[in-house]
């Protein structure tokens, strides 16, 4: 019994790997017929095929396999489309155009009898269209059904930038959430549109978009913004009683590497009175740090430990961990180690105020 539920399990997990595969291949075969009904308008194509119909189906068969063999090739079956972007399009694009390049020097050489070259690029158009709208519509199908297996999250995001534009890219792709609205305070991007989401005001109207759209869940994807004005920000959010997310810095936007899973509660730390560092200055930084041995006293702290999450980004060769709760250096560790497994990390219990001690650490390390 439980063979045949491994040997089932198997069956299932091929059968939804190499389903698209054979759906395109169909799906060439469609598009070669419908091209010919397109250029022909459907009456010479009955008179072509009732004396060639032999040659015409083995064409179409081995143009079929060659679309398989070369979608197989660009990778299209790896590609999770319910996350596709420019990226994923442009290669689908070069997968088909490639296709039909191959086809096309068969048909050039005589090889395919029975295919004349004016359906070729016809038949580029059709086919790009139908394998693109199959992934698509797959995709939303599949978002439909998750959305009916629970009630997706009404979502605002406060700052319809770079930063906002990033995570609606992301939160498309996850069912369990629904952006409904952003707000921005520019003007010029008042009643606009980002990926078909509206900005629906300045921020100082979060309470009336948040009253008016039932939103459930807050994000702040303000990562460059002075702090003064984040407090307000995250004053006016909190008043709403809903749940308030924020983008946790700039560094992670000049990496593209912002993503929902970055998301976080706002911390005291997020409130000070300190400016962050601005993008024009990050190449400085990267000089600065890159290579160098980082000594980071405090490291257990809020404070320190958000330096040593920033300075594990810019890729030094040691990063030493200074503090005086064992605990608390513990943990900062761990969690270096996985947001960075290839730095190297030290990790040193002391207080600053131990004189002989910081003496020997500068001496051994050089920081």
Known sequence: MLLDVEKVGKIRRY???????????????LSLSLAFEVRFNGGLVREYLSSAWLSWTYDIMI???IRGIVNIGFGLYRQLWSYAGRKEVAL?????????????????LGLFSS?????????????????????LQSASDRAVRHEKQGKPRRVLIVGAGECGA?????????????????????????????????VEGACREILRIVRELQIELIIIAFPSVERS????????????????KIVPTLYQIACDRVSITQLRDVKPEDLLGRNIVKAQDMQLIWEYITGKVVLVTGAGGSIGSELCRQIAQFNPRELILLGRGENSIYEITN?????????????????????????????EFKP
């Open 15 to 29: 059968t939804y790997r190499y389903r698209p595969l054979l759906v395109d291949m169909l799906l060439a075969a």
């Open 63 to 65: 143009a079929a396999l």
């Open 92 to 108: 689908l694009c070069k997968a088909t155009g490639t296709g039909s390049a191959i086809i096309g020097c068969l048909v050039f």
């Open 115 to 135: 295919l004349p070259r004016s359906v070729l690029l016809l038949d580029w158009l059709l086919y790009t269209a139908l394998i693109g709208y199959y992934r």
């Open 166 to 198: 990033m995570l609606m890219r992301e939160f498309r792709a996850r069912p369990e959430f629904k952006v409904l609205a952003f707000c921005d305070d520019d003007p010029l991007k008042r009643h606009q549109s980002i990926l078909g989401v509206r």
């Open 229 to 244: 004005r984040l407090r307000e920000i995250v004053s006016l959010a909190k008043k709403t009683g809903k749940e308030v």
């Open 335 to 363: 969690e270096l180690a996985e947001l960075a497994p290839e730095l190297k990390l030290r990790t040193i219990i002391a207080d600053v105020r131990q004189e002989k001690k910081m003496k020997a650490v500068f001496t």
